[in-house]
């Protein structure tokens, strides 16, 4: 969902009213090719004009929830995804929570392990790949009436179920570490640029993990029977696990 962002909105300071959706074939082709991950999705998009592929590009939104499975079990797999977990690990080491500008970007979520697939035989991506059920249907709906899917420009699939602003997820954040007697106050205050470098790598990744706005809606994949479950109310709740496991962890 990173393509879907603005460099200048990376700030924390508002929410954008800009929203795609994957349906709008227009406004996915207006968004600039400096995005992030842009160049990828554009050579897709050539090839398949070219006639050389059927591309179909699934862009979830910020994955949230511990990936279950025998793969993760062993320790083979991440459980983890990347967002939340890093402002975990940034609020424990400042030991109050923390949030780019005033936390007013917004990003949409989604559970790792969300909506129901068509077939149960495809239950085995669960183990491997985020929001799995969308890629399983997608695949499914692809291998058994490719004429009635689109590919290309009609080929973007959103995963989504809800919207977040940033301050709801580093408040969540605050009152764990309050609940564990780390902090007393839940408020999370502003990172500083030498905050931004130390616990993300460089105060640009910083402020695009937390302080960037990426709105859309998921008709398209909807459209196709995808229907999550989980809502932005889990994601907050999951924080309380995550943190848990990254406790754990450090241990």
């Given at each position: 969902?990173?393509?879907?962002?603005?460099?200048?909105t990376?700030?924390?300071?508002?929410?954008?009213?800009?929203?795609?959706?994957?349906?709008d074939?227009?406004?996915?082709k207006?968004?600039?090719?400096?995005?992030?991950?842009?160049?990828v999705?554009?050579a897709?998009?050539?090839?398949?004009?070219?006639?050389?592929i059927?591309?179909?590009?699934?862009?979830?939104?910020?994955i949230?929830?511990?990936?279950?499975?025998?793969?993760?079990?062993?320790?083979?797999?991440?459980?983890h995804?990347?967002?939340?977990?890093?402002?975990?690990?940034?609020?424990?080491?400042?030991?109050?929570?923390?949030?780019?500008?005033?936390?007013?970007?917004?990003?949409?979520?989604?559970?790792?392990?969300?909506?129901?697939?068509?077939?149960?035989?495809?239950?085995?991506?669960?183990?491997m790949?985020?929001?799995?059920?969308?890629?399983?249907?997608?695949?499914?709906?692809?291998l058994?009436?490719?004429a009635?899917?689109?590919?290309?420009?009609?080929?973007?699939?959103?995963?989504e179920?809800?919207?977040?602003?940033?301050?709801?997820?580093?408040?969540?954040i605050?009152?764990?570490?309050?609940?564990?007697?780390?902090?007393q106050?839940?408020?999370?205050?502003?990172?500083?640029?030498?905050?931004?470098?130390?616990?993300?790598?460089?105060?640009?990744?910083g402020?695009?993990?937390?302080g960037?706005?990426?709105?859309?809606?998921?008709?398209?994949?909807?459209?196709?029977?995808?229907?999550?479950?989980?809502?932005?109310?889990?994601?907050?709740?999951?924080?309380?696990?995550?943190?848990?496991?990254?406790?754990?962890?450090?241990?």
């Amino acid at each position: 969902m990173g393509v879907l962002t603005d460099e200048a909105t990376s700030t924390g300071l508002f929410a954008t009213e800009t929203i795609y959706s994957d349906l709008d074939v227009e406004q996915l082709k207006s968004i600039p090719p400096t995005a992030l991950h842009r160049e990828v999705d554009l050579a897709i998009m050539e090839a398949d004009e070219q006639g050389d592929i059927r591309g179909h590009i699934v862009l979830p939104a910020t994955i949230y929830g511990l990936a279950q499975g025998s793969l993760f079990d062993a320790g083979v797999s991440n459980p983890h995804s990347i967002q939340i977990p890093s402002l975990i690990k940034a609020a424990l080491q400042r030991k109050q929570a923390g949030m780019v500008g005033q936390g007013k970007a917004i990003w949409p979520d989604v559970h790792i392990d969300d909506g129901t697939p068509r077939h149960p035989t495809h239950c085995s991506f669960r183990l491997m790949i985020a929001v799995a059920d969308l890629y399983a249907l997608l695949l499914d709906a692809v291998l058994s009436h490719p004429a009635t899917i689109g590919h290309g420009w009609e080929g973007f699939y959103f995963a989504e179920n809800g919207e977040h602003s940033w301050y709801q997820v580093q408040r969540a954040i605050g009152e764990a570490l309050v609940r564990r007697g780390i902090t007393q106050d839940p408020e999370p205050t502003p990172f500083t640029t030498e905050e931004l470098a130390k616990y993300f790598g460089s105060e640009s990744v910083g402020r695009y993990y937390s302080g960037s706005n990426a709105r859309c809606r998921a008709e398209r994949s909807r459209s196709i029977g995808w229907k999550p479950r989980y809502t932005t109310e889990d994601l907050l709740k999951s924080v309380e696990s995550e943190m848990a496991v990254v406790l754990k962890q450090q241990s």
